[in-house]
């Protein structure tokens, strides 16, 4: 009959006691942070403080339209920051443009940023559309976001700009139709320190028709293109080869009067200079529209 001693059990089983109880230990350790980081998520609204503004917006009017006999009229929505929508009149197309001078009046709240106090942004949308069968529905012809956060500093006269139309298709035809606006906005906050996005300054042509706006080719013009570029690109290929081959002639011809003929600094001074004047002669015309 073998006997176990008491202490040779309780060994074995005293590792394994610290093994499960180290495990709790971290499983409940687990769950506390993951908890913690719940809540910090959820609450982490409280750290983007967001300033009221009071927003005056005037759609002016839309220009450029390629429409002669159309009614149109344009919604304005509140894409963030609050909710607000609104119609304009619907006006008649008269000499390629649409006039509504509406005013609307809303207040937004914009988050801006707890380190540097930058507003975000806060877009607006301006969709024009088309009435169609006598106005029982339309058309969606483009639409424009405008970002309000941009005219946070316009002050009591107000900030005006106008916006190229937007297609709401890949396939949509992008024309040239602007649409002026007038923003004005003062803020409502106890805590009037915010920071304007600073805004790259370029010029009207480079924002009204940037370079991917421009209007699909068709074949012939790609065509045009590409053979005025090759065609080019061969006459600046071509010139640069035969001024390097000059080069190459005026390097060797100038190291065999040096060495060959060992001649004197002043005699291989004129036998340049009568190298060059040669090159001078035989050179080639320019390209047209080029010069090297």
Known sequence: MSLHSPSTSTSS???NKRQRQVSLKVKTVQRVYSVIEWIWFKMSFLKRKR???AVDLQVCHLSDVPLVNAVLFAKVRLLDGGAFEALTERVEVRSHAAR???RFNFTCRIASDPNTGI???CPCRISIRKEQKGGKSYQKLGYVDINLCEFAASGVEG???SYLLDGYGLNARQDN????VKVTMSHQSADPFFKVPHLALLPDDSLLNPEGRRAPMGEEEEAMEAGASNSLWWKLTSEQVRWSIY???FSETTMQTRWRTR?????TTAAMSKNSLDLSNSRPAPISGHSL
């Open 100 to 102: 509504w001078d509406r």
């Open 159 to 161: 900030i005006s700009r």
């Open 51 to 53: 300033v009221k503004f």
């Open 119 to 121: 507003l975000e942004r």
């Open 247 to 249: 080069a190459i002639y």
């Open 263 to 267: 001649a004197s600094p002043s005699e």
């Open 13 to 15: 089983a005293s590792p």
């Open 177 to 180: 139709s602007k649409v002026t």
